[in-house]
């Protein structure tokens, strides 16, 4: 590049972090924003950059799980996050865990010791104080004066603040000889609903673990007022025992063909994607404690084996719905000189959210030198891009997952195997993809 550009990012969490330092260290003069420490949201404690909030931990290592996958292809691809994280790391087995303290030190001080990087200790409230490319990586607790700045680009209907999720499973782990396809009725032809019937025992028993099952913890500024649009399964299921019935678990117009009897209660999951690898429990956002979601939901007919790929989660979230309004560059649409990075794009996790700051900066270096770059789709960087670029009526965040990755052109039973098969594609990939950035 032979003269520095200029990019705003606006946020020094683990997303605008990442972005700012591949940016600067590709010759790209930065100004990062940052509200801390005047302003601080009801999740921060340090002043400090790139805060873990909720957990030390960033998942597995091995690259046979989603997650590992994930932060290898960013090491190939020179991650800050990454990089600190291994220098911060405390025991934790297979797991990458970090000392807080440490992890969000060290990226502060890298951050304001590089030259081409200019740290603004100042809360924005709007796009028009800024010129040129920016991004937006403001986080899941966005200041409420630049939330209306950015509703008012993106519009009311794409902007959430809150995570009503139901939980997503595996499609190889559903028990498809218990199970049928059918729309309610028979409406359609295609399908596009797997159906879980339960018999009256099958209901009460599942009903009663449920209403007495543990939720998860909520941090103080993870409290959100419920309502009848997003109530938790459990919260409608303690209305009373027939509630469901009448509710997510309705069984009218979806009589079994396989038997020809009606059902008690019918659980339904709906495809995630077009491939139909991931399917999501119809109704089901909940508060429970992720491992009571397991084994309730695991009493629930055709999931007794269930892989979760997502569980469901009730948090105060600002997001858009990136589907409709972002491309796989996480370049806003109706504005080449806006994008957005972590959390508020669409992404979920710690990892997740530097990775879409890292994806960010390498496509907006690609658009300055006159081009456009797509992460390979076989990758898990390239299905995170790929997932929030796809339009999709019932968005919801997502973390890295093998559900939503490049599916193998052969069919392999036993898991790890087939993990190791589709992660050394991806890391075969993203390496040639390293090549040819510069």
């Known amino acids: ?4 550009k200029k990019v705003n990012v606006i946020g020094a969490g683990l997303a605008g972090c990442e972005c700012a330092y591949i ?34 931990s960033l998942k597995s290592n091995e690259i046979t799980n989603a997650c590992g996958l994930l932060k290898k292809e960013m090491e190939i691809l020179g991650s800050l996050f990454v ?53 937006i990586a ?55 609903y797997i159906n879980l019937p339960m018999s009256k025992q099958q209901y009460e028993a599942f009903y009663n673990e449920l209403i007495n099952a543990k939720e998860a ?54 495809a995630e994607n077009s491939e139909k690898t991931m399917y999501n429990l119809v109704g089901f956002q909940t508060s429970l404690s992720f491992g009571e979601q397991k084994r309730v939901f695991r009493m629930i007919p055709g999931l007794e084996k269930a ?40 992404v979920e996790g710690y990892v997740e959210s530097a990775a879409s700051g890292m994806m960010v900066a390498y496509s907006i270096i ?7 770059i797509t992460f390979p789709e076989n990758t898990m960087l390239g299905s995170l891009a790929k997932y929030i ?10 973390n890295a997952n093998f559900g939503i990755i490049k599916p193998l052109n052969e069919k392999i039973k036993d898991k790890k195997e087939k993990y190791t098969k589709i992660a050394n594609i991806a890391i075969e990939s993203i390496t040639r993809f390293s090549e040819n950035l510069n």
């Open 366 to 372: 690609s658009k300055l030198n006159g081009k456009k």
């Open 217 to 270: 913890p909520r941090h103080d500024f993870d409290k959100i007022e419920l309502f009848e649009g997003c109530m938790p399964i459990e919260y409608m299921a303690r209305r009373g025992e027939k509630t469901l019935t009448f509710g997510p678990l309705k069984p009218i117009g979806l009589d079994n063909p396989k038997t020809g009897e009606k059902n008690y209660a019918v659980v339904q999951l709906r």
């Open 1 to 4: 590049m032979s003269k520095l």
């Open 138 to 192: 403001t986080g899941p607790l966005t200041s409420s004066n630049f939330l209306k700045n950015i509703e008012e680009m993106v519009g009311k209907e794409s902007l959430y603040f809150f995570d009503a999720a139901a939980p997503i499973v595996d499609a190889d782990s559903i028990d498809m000889n218990i199970v049928y396809v059918m729309d309610r009725y028979g409406k359609t032809e295609t399908g596009d």
């Open 23 to 56: 940016l600067a260290t590709h010759g790209i003069k930065v100004k990062l924003y940052e509200m801390k420490p005047e302003h601080k949201s009801e999740a921060h404690k340090s002043n400090n950059f790139a805060e873990l909030v909720c957990s030390n």
């Open 307 to 346: 892989e979760f790929i997502r569980y469901g989660v009730m948090h105060k979230n600002t997001y858009v719905n990136a589907g409709n309004i972002l491309d796989d560059n996480f370049c806003f649409k109706k504005n080449s000189n806006i994008y957005f990075a972590g959390q508020i794009s669409g």
């Open 83 to 135: 990089k600190v994280a291994n220098e911060t790391r405390v025991p934790a087995g297979q797991a990458l865990a970090v000392d807080r303290e440490l992890f969000s030190k060290k990226i502060t001080e890298i951050i304001l010791e590089n030259k081409n990087i200019e740290v603004v200790y100042k809360q924005i409230e709007s796009l028009e104080e800024l010129e040129g490319i920016t991004v």
């Open 389 to 398: 670029s796809t339009e999709n009526k019932n968005y919801q965040p997502m």
